[in-house]
């Protein structure tokens, strides 16, 4: 029997990818998982580093980006590229699992706010799960694990 192939936030794992270098190891959730083929991701390490300054997810005319609240650069493409790249080079993942409220990988979590930092929503989709959405893969948020509102 083939074993089920779940992309999962690297931070979920122990990897100290966060932005601050730390992780957030979910021993729980990797219990449940143990059967499993785990494929780690991280598009904000991939592209940024850690530790690196903190991102928000703003609402702009152009749409919804990743604003680094250190700088103010749109940091999105990199995440984009990165997470497009991963799903084309992994096409047979079963599952996808994010950390919640990221802006890269939080499922149906992720915060929105407007250009001013108002804040317009708590139940994003960061832009790797997006395109995980997108894709027709079954994505969830680590801490919930099922969000009936976000499954397709």
Known sequence: ???KKIAISA???GEKCRYDATD?????????????????FCPEDHAFGSPRPT??????????????????ADLSDPIKQYATVFFDKHSDID????????????????RLYDKEKNLINT???????KEAKIRGIRSFDAE?????ETML
């Open 11 to 13: 931070c979920l794992l």
């Open 95 to 110: 599952l996808f699992i994010g950390k919640d409220r990221s802006p890269s990988c939080g499922v149906c979590s992720a």
């Open 24 to 40: 957030n190891k979910n021993v729980k959730l990797l219990a449940k998982l143990e059967n499993c083929e785990l494929v780690p």
């Open 55 to 72: 991102m928000d997810l703003i609402q702009t005319k152009e749409g919804q980006k990743a604003i680094s609240n250190g700088t103010g």
């Open 123 to 129: 139940k994003e989709a960061g832009l790797m799960a």
């Open 1 to 3: 029997m083939k074993k």
């Open 144 to 148: 919930v694990f099922i969000c009936p």
